[in-house]
């Protein structure tokens, strides 16, 4: 079964791999009908046995090859299909309203810290392990960073934004 793979804050900061090597590490690492879409670390493929199992070891394979971490979070397309039906704020601008896919579900007394804090006009949501955003001026200059968001929900994640969640809902169908 197709699963979508989602690479936490790749291709900023330094942190450069590009579409062609995540691909070969897949392949590599036993996963087929690999493809990928965009340069921001978005994988689909069928992993090779447990999808948890394969998420640890691309953490690994990426770490070894490129010296830096990033976190592996998974999906199949019914959970992403899933989310943006869920999604619980009007989307104005499909850009400024995004998924954040957490590695796990947070706790229920962080998860009411976290929707009763001021964001400065962001709206934030978590249903299960997605915490929902909609952004007031975008991403840029907002307190929701994900330093933040690990601290106080207890999972680190990565945000993709409706239109990027909706293309790999169709690519994964196709």
């Given at each position: 079964m197709t699963r979508i793979h989602l690479l936490r804050a790749v291709n900023v900061g330094g942190a450069k791999l590009t579409m062609?090597?995540?691909?070969?590490?897949?392949?590599?690492?036993?996963?087929?009908?690999?493809?990928?879409y965009i340069a921001s670390g978005n994988l689909l493929c069928t992993?090779?046995?447990d999808p948890a199992t394969f998420d640890r070891a691309l953490e690994q394979a990426v770490q070894?090859?490129?010296?830096?971490?990033?976190?592996?979070?998974?999906?199949d397309v019914d959970e992403l299909r899933a989310a943006?039906?869920?999604?619980?704020?009007?989307?104005?601008e499909a850009k400024?309203?995004?998924?954040?896919?957490?590695?796990?579900?947070?706790?229920?007394?962080a998860v009411q810290a976290f929707e009763s804090t001021d964001w400065g006009?962001?709206?934030?949501?978590?249903?299960?392990?997605?915490?929902?955003?909609r952004y007031s001026d975008g991403v840029a200059g907002t307190r929701l960073t994900p330093a933040r968001i690990a601290k106080l929900l207890g999972h680190h994640?990565?945000?993709?934004?409706?239109?990027t969640v909706a293309k790999l809902v169709e690519l994964a169908d196709a």
């Open positions: 062609a090597e995540l691909r070969d590490l897949a392949s590599g690492l036993g996963a087929a009908d690999v493809s990928t992993p090779p046995g070894e090859r490129f010296g830096f971490f990033r976190e592996v979070i998974s999906r943006l039906q869920a999604h619980p704020f009007e989307v104005v400024f309203s995004h998924v954040y896919f957490l590695l796990a579900e947070p706790a229920p007394d006009g962001d709206e934030v949501r978590v249903i299960g392990r997605d915490l929902h955003i994640g990565t945000g993709r934004n409706l239109l």
